[in-house]
């Protein structure tokens, strides 16, 4: 139920292990039961898993113990500890220091998409190609696996993530004579301001600190701000044209008084959801279990529908949140530590047990598609199959989306320039040219060549 908290938080990062990103280090040695780059054997494996071994998990998902419990029994010689050494910065500062020191780190870790690139420059993850994760592709969504495998390598197996779409209060919009959701974005300012006129609620908040959700936004625009060949050369364009247009939207509506800049998570913004000063959230696939347990009091009065479109007719979103589980380059027990990564989130039980239980919005296809999930109807949304939708919208996010091997800097720097102008409700488009030259000024001083 707080899967969203931590993931939005997480996805704030910092800055501090930085400068370990391109010190070269590694996890050590690549272990003893198959770790080069030859493929790994059916025999190799059946060998592997019937070795007597202790592997070690990080990860932040609660009751994950429950799939590790269905992995232990289908494997019984392997023993697995998971430990939740904490979430976002805290998760990466000590991953990062356990590998720099070469000792102490898992076998398997949690990791986010937006941050895999960071691990891979250092050599701290095990491509996984070679145990067979390649023949997994089709299991999930084209996008979510390209997260994991932007080349020919495959760097982790996905668990998690967020499309993006479009939480309303339909009682407040209906107040507002608003009987369908906002189907494009001029549509959505349209609405904005006939809710705050009639009924003084926002009909949404961008948290002014929350790069997350703007990056969903280029996302869904077709904006590629980041890019990375995963060596040394970088792109940035955090402040195109295209960009522009996305910052100059959501300027008008701000300095208009018709959306809140409230900085996200916290408890004012959650007594916002609850007592109807926001009318809506443009959110994730995490959101909306998040917000039955935030604002249960006004179940049955909330709707689901897809983002706005920039274009009408169209139909395309982008992503926010979410995660995946990466094998240690150090690990010493390779081909049982890719196993589970394969089981927790491809099992066809523990994946359903993942989205079912632990409520993470699923990447695997089998999910995606499995009645028992897609069907359940949400009293809290009037009995829409709230599943279903946002599977629908699952299929509309555009696949080629990349990130740079230094997404804490990015995003601390986020809520330097981007953030701070959004609360002041200043113009975004030129502090985008701010963030632009800060993030190019910090790849070329740490060697990067930027295109």
């Given amino acids: 139920m707080n899967k969203a908290p931590r993931t939005a938080t997480a996805l704030l990062g910092g800055i501090a292990a930085t400068a370990l990103i391109l010190s070269g280090c590694s996890g050590g040695g690549t272990g003893d039961n198959?770790?080069?780059t030859d493929t790994i054997t059916q025999d190799q494996i059946d060998e592997a898993m019937t070795t007597p071994t202790n592997l070690t998990f990080w990860t932040w998902v609660p009751d994950i113990q429950n799939e590790v419990d269905l992995f232990e029994a289908k494997y019984p010689d392997i023993k697995v500890k998971v430990e939740n050494v904490g979430q976002g910065l805290p998760h990466y500062q000590k991953l990062r220091s356990a590998i720099e020191a070469g000792e102490g780190a898992p076998d398997v870790a949690q990791i986010e998409y937006q941050y895999i690139p960071s691990f891979v420059l250092p050599e701290s993850l095990l491509d996984l190609t070679p145990y067979g994760a390649d023949e997994l592709a089709d299991d999930y969504v084209g996008w979510a696996w390209n997260q994991v495998s932007p080349a020919e390598e495959v760097w982790a197996i996905p668990q998690d993530v967020?499309?993006?779409?479009?939480?309303?209060?339909?009682?407040?919009?209906?107040?507002?004579?608003?009987?369908?959701?906002?189907?494009?974005?001029?549509?959505?300012?349209?609405?904005?301001k006939a809710v705050k006129d009639k009924t003084g609620s926002y009909i949404s908040n961008l948290g002014a600190t929350q790069a997350g959700q703007m990056i969903g936004f280029f996302w869904q625009a077709g904006i590629k701000p980041f890019g990375y060949d995963g060596a040394e050369t970088v792109k940035i364009d955090v402040n195109s044209d295209e960009a522009k247009q996305v910052a100059d939207y959501w300027t008008g509506l701000i300095q208009d008084d018709l959306i809140s800049t409230d900085v996200d998570f916290n408890d004012e913004w959650y007594q916002g959801l609850a007592n109807g000063k926001y009318a809506g959230w443009l959110t994730a696939a995490w959101a909306p279990v998040f917000l039955q347990g935030t604002a249960e009091d006004t179940s049955?009065?909330?709707?689901?529908?897809?983002?706005?479109?920039?274009?009408?007719?169209?139909?395309?979103?982008?992503n926010w949140g979410g995660s995946s589980d990466a094998v240690l380059a150090g690990s010493k027990n390779p081909i049982a530590a890719y196993e589970l990564a394969k089981f927790i989130n491809n099992d066809e039980e523990s994946a359903m047990m993942l989205a079912t239980e632990q409520f993470l919005f699923p990447p695997q296809v089998s999910v995606l598609e499995n009645p028992e999930w897609v069907d359940q109807q949400s009293e809290f949304y009037g009995g829409q199959e709230v599943n279903k939708l946002?599977?629908?919208?699952?299929?509309?996010?555009?696949?080629?989306?990349?990130?740079?091997?230094?997404?804490?800097?990015?995003?601390?720097?986020?809520?330097?320039t981007i953030g701070t102008v959004i609360e002041a409700k200043g113009d975004i488009s030129s502090a985008l040219d701010t963030w632009q030259d800060q993030l190019v000024k910090y790849a070329e001083d740490q060697g990067f060549t930027v295109e």
Wanted: charged content about 20%.
């Fill in 300 to 318: 049955g009065l909330w709707r689901a529908a897809p983002l706005p479109q920039w274009e009408e007719g169209a139909e395309v979103s982008g």
């Fill in 390 to 416: 946002f599977a629908e919208i699952s299929t509309t996010v555009d696949t080629d989306f990349q990130w740079l091997p230094f997404m804490d800097y990015v995003y601390s720097t986020y809520s330097e």
């Fill in 34 to 36: 198959g770790g080069g």
């Fill in 162 to 192: 967020g499309p993006m779409g479009n939480l309303y209060r339909e009682d407040i919009l209906t107040k507002a004579g608003i009987t369908d959701p906002p189907a494009t974005y001029d549509d959505y300012a349209t609405a904005a």
